[in-house]
T-cell receptor
Framework: DGGITQSPKYLFRKEGQNVTLSCEQN?????MYWYRQDPGQGLRLIYY???????QKGDIAEGYSVSREKKESFPLTVTSAQKNPTAFYLC?????????????????FGPGTRLTVL | GDSVTQMEGPVTLSEEAFLTINCTYT??????LFWYVQYPGEGLQLLLK?????DKGSNKGFEATYRKETTSFHLEKGSVQVSDSAVYFC??????????????FGTGTSLTVIP
């Protein structure tokens, strides 16, 4: 089955520790994204990558880092510099499509990782 | 810039009631429009999409029509069920994007359907 996997589903860490969230996709998508979602809130973009070995900051990149060494993988590290890291983290991927055509970009999401910092 | 404005929630309906969730957009390129659904503790699932003006997306009894003249993509369902209780997100994809990122999401509308 093609899709996006995120692991683990629940993650607990002590304050001050770095933690890395995994995101893997077998959809052969070029672009991958990380979002943060707080309770009752919408999605906020952390980082995105449109191609291997390249990535850009989103709206709330401070305290986070990413790498894109392989097309199928886009891990997110939550560093100790992130002041309020407890949240639900969502990974997504997409592929370019013709404007207005049937293959227009669609983002597909993983199941999410809930990070709790104690 | 590009953006999506979505109806504030929460929305509470009785089973079999009619649902409308409003969504309007601003886009500088050629937008495609989407509705996603999120069930508690899960990721977002694509519900429906429309890629050009006057297209109607539909799935599981939900419908939305891409209205370029009113820049809207309102979600409707004729008869909601308890199982439709979830958070619904309107989203926009722009090609070419005015910035590097091409996806924009609304803030989400929480729907609760009571028996």
């Amino acid at each position: 089955d093609g899709g996006i996997t995120q692991s683990p589903k629940y993650l607990f860490r002590k304050e001050g520790q770095n933690v890395t969230l995994s995101c893997e996709q077998n959809l052969n998508h070029d672009a991958m994204y990380w979002y943060r979602q707080d309770p009752g809130q919408g999605l906020r973009l952390i980082y995105y990558s449109q191609i291997v070995n390249d990535f850009q900051k989103g709206d709330i990149a401070e305290g986070y880092s990413v790498s894109r060494e392989k097309k199928e993988s886009f891990p997110l590290t939550v560093t100790s510099a992130q002041k309020n890291p407890t949240a639900f983290y969502l990974c997504a991927s997409s592929n370019p499509g013709l404007a207005g055509g049937p293959y227009a970009d669609t983002q597909y999401f993983g199941p999410g990782t809930r990070l709790t910092v104690l | 810039g590009d953006s999506v404005t979505q109806m504030e929630g929460p929305v509470t309906l009785s089973e079999e009631a009619f649902l409308t969730i409003n969504c309007t957009y601003t886009a500088t390129g050629y937008p495609s429009l989407f509705w996603y659904v999120q069930y508690p503790g899960e990721g977002l699932q694509l519900l429906l999409k429309a890629t050009k003006a006057d297209d109607k997306g539909s799935n599981k009894g939900f419908e939305a029509t891409y209205r370029k003249e009113t820049t809207s993509f309102h979600l409707e369902k004729g008869s909601v069920q308890v199982s439709d209780s979830a958070v619904y997100f309107c989203a926009l994809s722009v090609d070419p994007p005015s910035t590097g990122n091409q996806f924009y999401f609304g803030t989400g509308t929480s729907l609760t359907v009571i028996p």
